[in-house]
């Protein structure tokens, strides 16, 4: 079945520096892909999205491109900030046969430090 | 803004006990989802409601889950008899859209943190 595989945490950064977060799925056919955000104690956040191959989703200074041939979704930002402490999740929402129900990566938990 | 809203944010109960967890979906969506979050695992996918009817459910979903829509506002996930590994985050979602697509954003709710004792 469908499945998203993402980058082990946590991750620990300093302010400023590059932020690359690895995300990989398994899908049939065009999977519609997703990263989201959760703060503490808050819910789940849409960052940003891509619904076909190639195209980049960008949003609060985050990117990522939906790369078809390596079936990948990576998350960057190329100057973190304190504030974007929180856990990172990939996920997909499968191509077609579903409701729109998103599958999710395990979570990448980041802190920023300044 | 509009956002999902979800009562009690934290509840314990005894194994065996029926738990309902509460929803207030954003008021002009039309897809209602559960999700639930095992400590440490991934977030997996419950139940898609849809029309006052489930649409999709996963294998997670078993007789022990149902989910009411009772008064157009709410949106309720009931346990009939806990288990101790039913111990998890519960987060309630919805969206608007109209068809199956997959694009629509979904507006997560904070979670209700269920605790089976």
């Known amino acids: 079945g469908d499945s998203v595989t993402q980058m082990e945490g946590p991750v620990t950064l300093s302010e400023e520096a590059f932020l690359t977060i690895n995300c990989t799925y398994t899908?049939?056919?065009?999977?519609?892909l997703f990263w989201y955000v959760q703060y503490p104690g808050e819910g789940l956040q849409l960052l940003l999205k891509?619904?076909?191959?190639?195209d980049k989703g960008s949003n609060k200074g985050f990117e990522a491109t939906y790369r078809k041939e390596t079936t990948s979704f990576h998350l960057e930002k190329g100057s973190v900030q304190v504030s974007d402490s929180a856990v990172y999740f990939c996920?997909?929402?499968?191509?077609?046969?579903?409701?729109?129900?998103?599958?999710f990566g395990k979570g990448t938990k980041l802190s920023v430090k300044p | 803004e509009p956002e999902v809203t979800q009562t009690p944010s934290h509840q314990v109960t005894q194994m065996g006990q029926e738990v309902i967890l509460r929803c207030v979906p954003i008021?002009?969506?039309?897809?209602f989802y559960w999700y639930r979050q095992i400590l440490g695992q991934k977030v997996e996918f419950l139940v898609s409601?849809?029309?006052?009817?489930?649409?999709?459910k996963s294998e997670i979903f078993d007789d022990q889950f149902s989910v009411e829509r009772p008064d157009g506002s709410n949106f309720t996930l009931k346990i009939r008899s806990t288990k101790l590994e039913d111990s998890a985050m519960y987060f309630c979602?919805?969206?608007?859209?109209?068809?199956?697509?997959?694009?629509?954003?979904?507006?997560f709710g904070p979670g209700t943190r269920l605790t089976v004792t």
């Open positions: 899908a049939t056919g065009y999977p519609s």
């Open positions: 996920a997909l929402s499968p191509a077609r046969g579903s409701q729109g129900n998103l599958i």
């Open positions: 891509a619904t076909k191959a190639d």
């Open positions: 409601f849809y029309n006052n009817e489930i649409s999709e």
């Open positions: 008021s002009n969506h039309l897809y």
């Open positions: 979602a919805s969206r608007v859209g109209q068809g199956a697509t997959g694009a629509y954003e979904q507006y």
